[in-house]
């Protein structure tokens, strides 16, 4: 069985697991998804989902969104926004930081939250292959009840007096450090099996 076929096949199981207890994660699009993976809480700035959203498509990770977004985001708010890798991009909605929570625990995905109040750089951290990468929200990051679930919390170490980096950006850097580390550095295509 090819690797497409094992993700979209352990992907739907996930799915049923996650409607038998309620929660509303749907797998919008895409195939050959890394391990790792990327969530954003409630984004509120479409110019950096969108650029999020491109990275994850070249590299084959999968993307959550986690609701509200301050933005809609629809397929269709997307392509309308001219987001054209959009049918390459692995999307997984989540209404709520409640449903996403539900989806991960039936995953036991390990939480890796990119905060300015850590004090481990990811640069000192040992990646898992099936870590989720959590970025929060441009304008107020994320609630105490966000950092105290996340099994890791790291920072991206920058000069004194600066507030924070592009949260796409940020991405970029911590994503591309996870997969130099689990040697997942051969991109995978979306059609391949």
């Given amino acids: 069985m090819g690797w497409c ?3 979209a096949a352990a992907q739907a ?18 195939c050959g998804a890394l391990a790792v993976r990327l969530a954003l ?40 926004a001219g987001m054209d890798y959009l049918d390459r991009a692995a ?34 951290h040992q990646f898992c292959g099936d870590d989720v990468l959590l970025f929060g929200r441009e304008s107020a990051g ?14 991206i170490p920058m000069r004194p007096g600066m507030r924070s980096l592009n949260v796409a950006v940020a991405a970029a850097m911590v994503v591309g450090e996870a997969l130099r580390q689990s040697g997942s550095r051969k991109v995978r295509n979306a059609g391949a099996s």
Avoid: K, M
């Avoid at 930081?97 to 036991?108: G, L, N, Q, V």
């Avoid at 105490?144 to 890791?152: F, L, P, Y």
């Fill in 41 to 80: 809480f409630q984004p509120d700035i479409p110019q950096n989902t969108g650029t999020i959203l491109r990275l994850a498509a070249c590299l084959g990770i999968e993307v959550h969104i986690i609701g509200p977004a301050g933005f809609p985001t629809t397929d269709r708010s997307f392509r309308r």
């Fill in 91 to 124: 999307i997984v909605r989540h209404a709520s930081w409640h449903a996403f929570e539900i989806w991960r625990s039936a995953t036991h995905a390990p939480l890796v939250l990119l905060t300015t109040q850590a004090s481990l750089s990811y640069l000192d």
């Fill in 13 to 30: 199981l996930v799915d049923q697991i996650v409607r038998l207890l309620g929660g509303a994660g749907t797998v919008i699009s895409g």
């Fill in 5 to 7: 076929r094992i993700h």
């Fill in 142 to 155: 994320t609630p105490e009840e966000v950092h105290r679930t996340a099994d890791t919390r790291l920072v």
